[in-house]
């Protein structure tokens, strides 16, 4: 499955290397393909606004306070399948949205022709690589509208090692977002280990 990534950053370039690693074709949008950035030889780079071109799954790894006006710049996005994995955080980890809406539902409404899935926003990046605690596989939900995109998703989701959970469609990205938050405070603000995440049973 060729997969695109929109955003050069740590969380982007984490996710090329593993679904590299996973057999994925990959490109990374960039804003300008003449700035000076560190390339790495497994990955192609496009400008921004193509990386639906070639690209069946679309990752979002973008400051969620930036999702707006990029979602705006980007060229084709109809039939395809994005993960939004931001969350809509702004100055001393405050949420910007929350209970009437979120990321996810802007991203669709955005996108109104394309197939959004919020997911991979309640965790950092130190368990996206390692998704599992003492041998056990992580639980990682996801919300969607599109049954085929979400199905995809979560063969994904598994590829990595996740336990993926389907909880409905976009409108739970509402409470996705917010869970987000408890991982945040714990490591990000009061310095826990990462070696924590939800493991759902059922």
């Known amino acids: 499955m060729n997969i695109g990534i929109v955003g050069n950053g740590v969380v982007g370039n984490t996710l090329a290397d593993i679904f590299h690693k996973l057999g994925h074709p990959i490109e990374i949008g960039v804003r300008n393909l003449k700035e000076e950035f560190e390339k790495k030889s497994h990955i192609e780079y496009v ?8 690209n069946e799954v679309i990752i979002l790894a973008i400051p969620g306070d930036k999702l707006e006006s990029v979602l705006l710049k980007i060229k084709n996005p109809e039939g395809k399948i994005f993960i939004d994995l931001t969350n809509p955080i702004g100055p001393d980890y405050m ?12 991203a669709q409404e955005i996108l109104k022709d394309s197939h959004i899935v919020k997911t991979l926003n309640t965790l950092g990046i130190e368990k996206i690589k390692h998704p599992s605690i003492r041998e056990e596989k992580l ?26 959970m389907l909880v409905g469609d976009i409108h739970f990205s509402r409470y996705l977002e917010p869970l987000a938050m408890i991982w945040i405070e714990m490591v990000r603000k009061q310095g826990k280990s990462p070696e924590n995440g939800l493991v759902w049973k059922r």
Not at 95 to 106: A, F, M, P
Not at 139 to 164: C, H, I, Q, R, Y
């Open 47 to 54: 400008q921004m606004e193509d990386i639906t071109k070639d």
């Open 95 to 106: 949420l910007l949205r929350g209970r009437y809406t979120s990321n996810g539902e802007l």
């Open 139 to 164: 639980t990682m939900l996801l919300a969607g509208n599109n049954k085929n995109a979400n199905k995809k998703v979560e063969e994904l989701l598994s590829e990595m090692g996740f336990d993926p």
